[in-house]
């Protein structure tokens, strides 16, 4: 029988203003809120990615954003892994490119370019892939703040917990796994949407130039 930390979690999502819910038949929990104002739905489920261990966390906040932003930042040890499973999916003889079936993360690597600049942190280069049409609208977004947010949120399990974070359809999506009896860990996650939301909506809302 798995342990229930519903009791911890729902004192935590109290703490921080946030409404939560228990839907035992899902093994699914739901904090709902908001963050600097904006609505907030975040979920702890059974992973639906294989990369995932525990259970997977997965945030969403609408920003209202252009729907031509399209960002992604990926744990770069995840994007080798999807890489080379995608690569071995197309290569295997026994299967088709047909019935092979692609989940987003993997869709975005066929479809953007990883983005670098000058000024990138080293750490951020080393730990983290960015992928995207537009350098400046990554810079922009990351360096800065959220640079310091993305490594502050590993704490010292660096490189050891997979993040997948979008900007797209006018939204902000984060994706990790969770363990449940650690609330820090929530605490950390929060903190680094919160960032992640206030920084695309400063340079959405007065233009690349105000950061770069």
């Known amino acids: 029988m798995k342990p229930d930390h519903s009791a911890a979690l729902g004192a935590w999502a109290k703490r921080e203003g946030l409404a939560f819910e228990t839907l035992r038949s899902e093994d699914r929990l739901i904090w709902t809120g908001h963050l600097g104002g904006v609505a907030m739905r975040m979920e702890s489920m059974p992973p639906r990615r294989d990369y995932l261990s525990g259970h997977e966390l997965r945030l969403r906040m609408n920003l209202d954003l252009p729907d031509r932003l399209s960002l992604m930042v990926m744990s770069r040890w995840l994007k080798t892994r999807l890489e080379q499973q995608a690569y071995e999916g197309y290569t295997d003889k026994v299967r088709t490119t047909g019935n092979l079936k692609l989940h987003e993360e993997s ?47 590993e704490g010292p399990e660096a490189g050891a917990i997979p993040l997948v974070m979008m900007l797209t359809r006018g939204s902000l999506y984060l994706r990790t796994q969770h363990d449940r009896s650690k609330v820090q ?28």
Do not use: C, H, I, K
């Open 107 to 153: 869709r975005w690597l066929a479809l953007f370019g990883e983005l670098g600049w000058t000024t990138m942190a080293p750490d951020l280069w080393a730990r983290y892939a960015v992928l995207g049409e537009r350098r400046e609208e990554a810079q922009a977004w990351l360096e800065g703040p959220l640079t310091a947010g993305l490594l502050t949120w």
């Open 185 to 212: 860990e929530l605490t950390r996650t929060l903190e680094l949407a919160r960032l992640a939301a206030n920084r695309a909506q400063v340079f959405a809302g007065f233009g690349l130039s105000s950061l770069v």
